[in-house]
Structure formats: C-alpha cells, structure tokens
C-alpha cells in the first residue's frame, strides 16, 4: 500500500520560511513524478510545485507563477522523499498543502495534507 506522509507544516510570520516533506513509502517513485499542491479555505486545490523525471536521469522541476523564485522542490531518491523550501512566505500562502507522486507524470498518489498559516 502506497502512503505518502508530510510533515513540516506550522505557523509563521509572513516573510518567514518553512520547510515541508513528503516521505513515500509502499513503492518507489525515482522515475515518476512527485509535487506539491495546496487548499486555501474555500478554494480549490491548485498546483504549487512539481519534480519530473527526464532521460539522462535528471529531473525538472516546475512552479506554479505565484511561487516562482520563493519556493524550491527537492528530492532525494534515495529517501523517497520530496521536499519544498518555502522562504518569503506571504498570508497568500497560508494553505492545506499536499504532497502528490505519480506513475510516470500523472498524479496518482495523495497525502493527507499539512497545514501551514502565515500570519500577517
């Protein structure tokens, strides 16, 4: 059974950082996609950030356009772990956010969510 785990969430100020991780376990996922999406309240989950396997074994990573130049996707395969950096956070950001991982570059795989409130 696949399970995919954040952690990190919390409260902070607004201009802040914090950093979230996603620890999969019941599968690998070296070659698949792997990202962050995020809930505000009443609205819909949106994409925030992805990591895509490519030939040559390298990976690309993809931002949504408001999180562009303050956040950062890692990952670490040999953890089947992804990691987002989030620096310069901003009340906007305050969110359920959930860790995704897919077969090949569709998201199949879902976290429960964490939490993170930025205060203004």
């Known amino acids: 059974q696949v399970q995919l785990v954040e952690s990190g969430g919390g409260l902070v100020q607004a201009g802040g950082s914090l950093r979230l991780s996603c620890t999969a376990s019941?599968?690998?996922?070296?070659?698949?996609?792997m990202g962050w999406f995020r809930q505000a309240p009443g609205k819909e989950r949106e994409f925030v950030a992805g990591?895509?396997?490519?030939?040559?074994?390298?990976?690309?990573?993809d931002y949504a356009d408001s999180v562009k130049g303050r956040f950062t996707i890692s990952r670490d395969n040999a953890d089947n772990t992804v990691s987002l950096q989030m620096n310069s956070l901003e009340s906007e950001d305050t969110a359920v956010y959930y860790c995704?991982?897919?077969?090949?570059?569709?998201?199949?795989?879902w976290g429960q969510g964490t939490q993170v409130t930025v205060s203004s």
């Open positions: 995704a991982a897919g077969g090949g570059n569709t998201y199949v795989y």
């Open positions: 990591t895509t396997w490519s030939f040559g074994n390298t990976y690309y990573g």
């Open positions: 019941g599968r690998t996922f070296s070659r698949d996609i």
